[in-house]
Every structure is written in structure tokens, then in C-alpha cells.
């Protein structure tokens, strides 16, 4: 998977009505699958516009992201290794926070300013799905 086809299919899926979390989580589990299976983005609803539509917490972009590395990687039974998916939430986690200067969806909000159809937030989550593709 290229980080130029997470972010253009990512952008999309947020453009035709996916939000921030279901967007990213749906595009790169399509990109990145193995044998998990088709990947439901309603797992991710509750998650967008930081949880809840509340803009008060964590940026669903960021859960998002964190939902697919789990899907592909995650563990699936208790007992199972998790340093590997461990690893891959951190290392999101931080470069998506010296990406956009923040992982906190107000002040994100807060940084964009006023925003036409949300589409600061459609480009950040296309580049947060090509940094989870890295």
C-alpha cells in the first residue's frame, strides 16, 4: 500500500460522509488486510469529532488510525504478544502529534479556525492515513 493511496482514499471515504475515525480506520484496513476479514467502520462512529461529536477529547483521526493498526495487528486472545501493536499505536501516536502539533481534537480545532465543509479536518485525516501507512 502507497501513503499517496491511504491518504486519497482516506479523504474521500471522509468526503462522501464518513467522519474523521470511520474514514481512516475503513481505508486502511481496505489497504491492509490480510485475512481479518471486511473491516466495519461503525467499530469507529463514536469515535469521530473527538469521541462523540463532542470536540472536547481526542482526535478521531488519531482513534481512527489507532482502530485499523489494532484490526490488522491487535491481539485476539488474552495471553497474546501486544509489544508489536504496542509499538505501532506509540509511534503513531507521536508522529501524528509533531505532525499536527496536537493529538486533542479542540485544539486542532482551535489551530485550523474556521473551516469550510470541515475540510482542514478531511486533510489532516488524509495525512494522518498516510502516516499510519508508513
Not at 52 to 61: E, N, P, Q, V, Y
Not at 87 to 92: A, I, P
Not at 97 to 125: D, I
Request: positive net charge; glycine residues 14%; charged residues 25%.
Amino acid at each position: 500500500m502507497s501513503k499517496e493511496e491511504a491518504e486519497k482514499r482516506a479523504f474521500q471515504y471522509f468526503q462522501s460522509g464518513f467522519h474523521c475515525a470511520e474514514a481512516i480506520s475503513k481505508s486502511l484496513t481496505e489497504l491492509l488486510e490480510k485475512e481479518n476479514g471486511s473491516f466495519p467502520p461503525n467499530v469507529a462512529t463514536g469515535f469521530g469529532g473527538g469521541i462523540g461529536g463532542s470536540h472536547l477529547d481526542i482526535c478521531g483521526a488519531l482513534t481512527g488510525g489507532i482502530i485499523a493498526l489494532g484490526w490488522l495487528f491487535g491481539r485476539k486472545n488474552p495471553g497474546e504478544d501486544k509489544t508489536r501493536i504496542f509499538g505501532l499505536s506509540s509511534e503513531f501516536r507521536k508522529r501524528f502529534g509533531e505532525k499536527f502539533g496536537s493529538c486533542s481534537c479542540p485544539v486542532l480545532l482551535e489551530k485550523f479556525g474556521k473551516q469550510e465543509n470541515g475540510m482542514k479536518c478531511k486533510k489532516m485525516t488524509a495525512e494522518a492515513a498516510g502516516i499510519t501507512a508508513d
